[in-house]
C-alpha cells in the first residue's frame, strides 16, 4: 500500500551558523533561513546555470527560491527533482584540484560523457564531442555567454581561463550537447600563486587574487596565467598567455557582475590540417567579455546576460621557408555579440514558470571564407589588406517553458521554443522532462527532445585542394530521448542512463571512394544507441579514500549516406570507461589517479603507408601527488604537486596521423593565502 504524501512543513531559522546549506536537503521540508546576503534566484531552466554569483551554495538537484523583504532575505529549500540534473554531470572545485592538468581543456578528460580529441595538449587545441555526436554540434559556454565559435568547433575551447579561476565545469545532454565552465565565485578575499616545469622545456606562471568587503556587497578578482613548451616532437612548441577579470557588486535587490578575458596563443601546428604539411602554424587571440544582472521581486525573478567575443587567427602552412607557389596565410576575425534574458515566475513552492529571449549576432572577415568584398579590407592585427570575403548573420529564439512538482515525489519541465535566423528562416522545437522518486534511494528520469545545428562559415565557404564547402547547405536536425535510473544504497550512488539519437540531413564532410576532394553535405543520417553508466562511492571526512567513481559509456551507430565516406561523423568511441581514485598517502601526502579506455570506431587514412587505417584502442593513466601543508604564518596553505601524464607512456592517437605525447612530467608549487 502507498504510503500517504507527506506535509511540507516549515521552519525558520535566525542564524546561518555555518552549516553546510545541502544539510537542510536532507530535511524533505521547506527550511526559511535568516541572515543570508543574496539577491539570486535558481531556477529549474535548461537555458541557466544552476551556477552563481550571488552567496548561496546550491543544494544537489534542487530548486532555491528567494524571497525579498524589508529587512532580510529568505530563502526557501525544497527537495524538488530537478530531471535535467539527472542528465548532466559535474566536476566541482575540489574535484578539479585533484587533477593532473593545469588547463581547461584537459580538464575535459575528467568529466563524464565527453570525447576530447586532441590535436595539441595542454590547452592547444581539441574537438569536444558528446555522446556520439560531431565537434561542431558542442556548445560551449563561460558561465551564460555561448563562446561557440562560428567559424569552426575547433576554436570553441579557446577560453581565456587558467584552471584557478573555474569553480566548476558541467557538461549536458541539452539540445546537441553542451561545457559549461562556471567562473570562480567570488565570496571572499584571496591571492593563489603558482610555478610548475616539467619536460619538453615546459614552465606555467600563475598568479591570481582577489578582494571582497566585509558585507559581501563588492568583489574583485584578477588572474593572469603563461604557459610554454619546446614540444613533444618536431613543430608542436606553444606559448598561451591568459589573462582574467571578474568582478561583483551588489545593486539594492539585485547583483551585477562582469567579467573579461584575453588569451593569446602561438603554437606549431605539426600536421593539424594535413599529415603533408609538418611545418603548420597559428596565432590566435580571443577577447571575451559578458555583463550579468540578476533581481528578485517577490515571485518574480529575472536573469540577464549580454556578452561579447572577437577572435583573430593567422595561419601558415609554412611556419619557416614558403615556396614559390604558397599564395600566402590565411587570416580570420570574427565577432559575436549576444544577449539572453530570462524571467522566473513562481506561481507557489511546486509551480514556476519562465520565458526567455536569445539574440546572437555573428560576424567573420577573412581571406577566404564568407561572401566577396567590394573592396578588401585591412586586418586592424596586421595592418594588410587581406581580408577579400565577410558574412554577416543573426540567430533570435524565444523559449516558453513550465516546470512542476509535486511534493518531493515527482517533477517535470515543458518547453516550447521558437529560433529564427537570417539565412535558414523560422523553426519550431521542443523538450519535455520528467523524475520521480520512487524512495529516497531510487529516482528515475526521462528527457526528449528535438534540435537543431546551424552550418558553420567553414562548411558553407571553406575551400582547399582536398576540400571544398557548399553554400547551399541547411540546418542539421536531431532528435534525441533518454532514460535515467539512479540507485543510492548508503553511500553508494549507481546511475544508468540509456539514450538515443537520431540525426537527419547532418552536416559532414564526405566524398565518394574515388573523389579525391571532400565536400559539405546534408547526407548523412544517423542513428545513436548508447548506454551511459555510473558508480560512485561517497566516503566519510576522515576516511583513507577520498573519491572512487567509475563511468562507462557505449555507443552504436547505424547510418546511411549512401556511398559516400563520411570524415567526421562515425568516428565516435564505442568504449569509454574512466576510473578516478583519490586518496591519502601519509598525513598530508595524497595521490589522486585517472584511469581511461578509449576504443574508438572508424578510420584514417594512413599518411605514411597509405591505406585506411582503423584506430587502436588505449588504456591511459594519468597521477597526480600532493603535499600540502600551511605556511606563511599559518594564514595559507601551500602545495607541493608532481603529476604525470600518460604514465605508462602509450602511444596512441585520438585523430589520424597525430601522434599524441608519451610520459609528460611536472612539477609545481601551489600557495594559497
Known sequence: MRKKEKQIFAFRFKRWARKKYAAFNSLHKVVTIGVLATTCSLSASAQTTKESDSRIISANKSDVEVEQS???????????????ALFSSTINAEKIQQTAVQNSQDLLHYTQGVDLRARGTEGVQADISLKGGTFDQARVYLDQANLTDPQTGHYSLNIPLNLNDIYSVEVSDYNTGSVRFNSIRLDRSKATIQLSGGQYGYYQA??????TNRKQTKSIYLSAGKTASDGYTYNTDFDITNLYLKAFTKLGTGSLSFQSGYQQKAYGANSFYSPAYKDQYEQIGCFISSLQYQNQWQKLSNQTTVYYRRQHDEFTLFRYEKPDWYTGNNYHLTDVIGATSQLDYRWNALQSSFLSADYRYEHIYSSNLGEPLTSPKDDPYTNLGVFYYGKARQHGSLTLGHHFSQSNRWSGTIQAIAAGNTDFGINFYGRADGA???????????????????????????TSPTQQGNTDLNPEKIFSTGLNFTYKPNRWEISLNPFYRYGFELIDWVRLPLEAKWHSENLTDIQTLGIDASLSYHFAKNSWIKQLEFNYIYLTQSQNSNEYLSLYATDYLRHQAKLTVAHKIYKSLSASWLFSFQDRLGTYLDFDTKQETPYKPYLLCDLRLAWDFRAVARRGFTTIFAEASNLFNIKYQDIGNIEQPGIWVKMGVKVRL
Not at 206 to 211: C, D, N, P, Q, R
Not at 436 to 461: C, E, M, W
Request: negative net charge; glycine residues 6%; without cysteine.
Open 70 to 84: 524589508d529587512t532580510l532575505e529568505t530563502v526557501f529549500v525544497t527537495q524538488a527533482i530537478n530531471a535535467e
Open 206 to 211: 600563475v598568479a591570481s587574487g582577489g578582494l
Open 436 to 462: 520521480y522518486h520512487f524512495s529516497k534511494k531510487i529516482i528515475a528520469g526521462f528527457y526528449v527532445q528535438n534540435s537543431y545545428r546551424l552550418p558553420t562559415f567553414t562548411d558553407l565557404y571553406y
